[in-house]
Every structure is written in C-alpha cells, then in structure tokens.
C-alpha cells in the first residue's frame, strides 16, 4: 500500500520496498506509530543539500525514528546523523539508549539564544531550554533503536544564586564577596562558578574557592570571590556575570547566569579630595547665584526709581 502510494504521489512507477522494511513498519504499526512519511529525492554523483523540512504534531514523549532508516534501502551506506534534541528538562544518564556514547554537548540555552535559531520553536517553551545532541557516523543498519524519552526520563536542575548586586572596591585593594548557590532541583549536582565581562575585566583581578562543589539536592553552598583591582585601573562601573556550570555527561554546561556590578574607585585620600572641590565648586555656584540675584535687585530698583 506504502509502495502505490509513493507510485501515485510521484509519479514513478514499480517501486518496491523489502521485506525487512516491510516488517520494520509492521512493528512500528504495532508500536501504534501510524504516520509514515516518504521523502523523494532525485540524487546524482553531484553533492547536494535538501531544504530543512519541518513536522509539528502532538506527542507526550520525545521521539525520533532511527530504527526504520536501518531496514530501508539506505540502510548498508555509511552516513553521519545529526539528531538536535530540545528539551524542557535534562536527560537523565541511565535512561539513554545502547549508543549513550553518541550523546554529547549537553548546554543550556536562553530563551533569547533559541529564538535567534527559530521564532517557530521559542514558542514550545516557556523557560530556558536544554539542547543535546546525538552525533553518529556509521552503517545507517546498526541503527535498531529509535529516539524515545518520556516525562520520567527528564530531571529539571535548577539553582539559586545569592550575592550583592553592587561590589565597591578602592583600586588597588582587595575584597572578599560570597556567592551562595542553593540546589532546588530535582538532581545532585558538582557545580562550578566563574565570572565573566567585558573586554575590561581580566582573570587577574579576582580569584575563586573553591574550584568546584558538589551541592545535594536542597543544600547549598557558598563560593568566595577575591576581587584584587590594580592601582592603575580607571573608577567607573564595570558589568560583571556570574555564571553557574555543572559537570555532567562529560561536558561543563550553563544552569545559572546573573549580572552583577563592579564598581571601582580610586583611593579614600582621592575621593576625599574629589568631595572638597565638589563642595568647593558649590559654594562657588552659591555665591554667584547670590551675586545674579543682588544685581537683578539693583536693576529692578533702578528700573522702577527711573520712570517713577
């Protein structure tokens, strides 16, 4: 029937599929897995690019067919597959197929980042989305399982970061801040905090301890940061992130980001000065406002004693 079908649609003639295709959608039919689509491509010994074609549909469960690909005949070619998954939630390690080792680049995107890939698919999720990827190369027929998470195989970590949003440090000194991460999601998690900003801010200006933590579910843990500003370095205010990575699936990814600011100022005997010409300055503004009024006085005296 699949095979009259793609006869009919496109046009071509004596189309047959194998028996071990055949049994592939029997299996998937079995599976209550319904929908089938054929995609019908004209190939050459020229390489070419297909335009990325999108399927939107209800499902419970994350889903992508491996296994039909390994029983068609493509099935004994050599090819990559690149398989972006999105997600609410991270997947858990023990619930990833045989091939776990084709999963890699665990990283946690914003809601911003994911909208500049697809206005379409920012509008599946309401909170910052996780992106893995599974990466193959190999004989499409070893591809016996498809992609398939449900609800359970998901865990959601989450954090929470307390700090001072304003550190005020004289250059040329030293100061301590904390930074306290609260784990309030569903996994134990080894954390990690670092700091970045702009093109200003160097690595040499502050330290952390400790490197790393491992925080339980429900507890927490606080970071020291060691802020040491060079004596040379301009007063101003310098935009500051602090960034919260966790070490899973071999791979550092971002759970938690917050700004911050760094404000530096030069020395209390500079600043103590830069408080006296203020004021001096303002006597000054003072009495020359004293000094316009007094005269404005005298003008309007003068005005009205004239035509009196």
């Known amino acids: 029937m699949g095979a009259e079908f793609c006869e009919r649609e496109s046009g071509l003639t004596n189309i047959n599929f194998s028996e071990s295709f055949k049994n592939s959608v029997e299996d998937y039919l079995a599976k209550d897995i319904r929908y089938f689509v054929f995609d019908i491509i004209e190939s050459n010994e020229t390489q070419q690019t297909v335009n990325p074609i999108i399927y939107r549909f209800n499902t419970s469960f994350l889903y992508y067919p491996l296994n039909i690909t390994a029983f068609s005949d493509v099935g004994e070619t050599y090819s990559h597959v690149n398989v972006f998954i999105l997600s609410k939630g991270l997947i858990k390690k023990d619930t990833i197929p045989g091939y776990r080792y084709y999963f890699q680049l665990y990283i946690s995107l914003t809601k911003e980042e994911l909208n500049e890939i697809s206005s379409d698919i920012y509008e599946l999720f309401g909170t910052d989305p996780f992106l893995t990827t599974f990466n ?8 016996r399982e498809d992609i398939i998470f449900t609800e359970q195989d998901f865990s959601y970590p989450d954090l929470e970061l307390e700090f001072g949003n304003m550190v005020l440090i004289e250059s ?81 990814m971002n759970l938690k980001e917050e700004n911050a600011t760094l404000m530096v100022y030069k020395s209390t005997y500079e600043i103590n000065a830069l408080k006296d010409e203020i004021g001096y300055l303002r006597w000054v503004l003072m009495g020359n406002t004293i000094l316009m009024i007094i005269i404005f006085i005298i003008l309007g005296y003068l005005v009205v004693r004239k035509y009196s």
């Open 136 to 143: 193959y190369y190999g004989g499409l027929s070893s591809l």
């Open 172 to 252: 040329g000194k030293s100061k301590a801040v904390n930074v306290k991460v609260k784990n309030i999601g569903e996994e134990d998690l080894w954390v990690k905090l670092s700091i970045k900003g702009g093109i200003e801010l160097k690595h040499s200006w502050f330290s952390i301890k400790p490197y790393s933590s491992w925080v339980e579910k429900g507890n927490e843990t606080v970071f020291e940061v060691m802020y040491t500003i060079p004596l040379n370095i301009p007063s101003g205010d310098y935009n500051i992130s602090y960034i919260i990575t966790s070490y899973e699936y071999g791979e550092y």
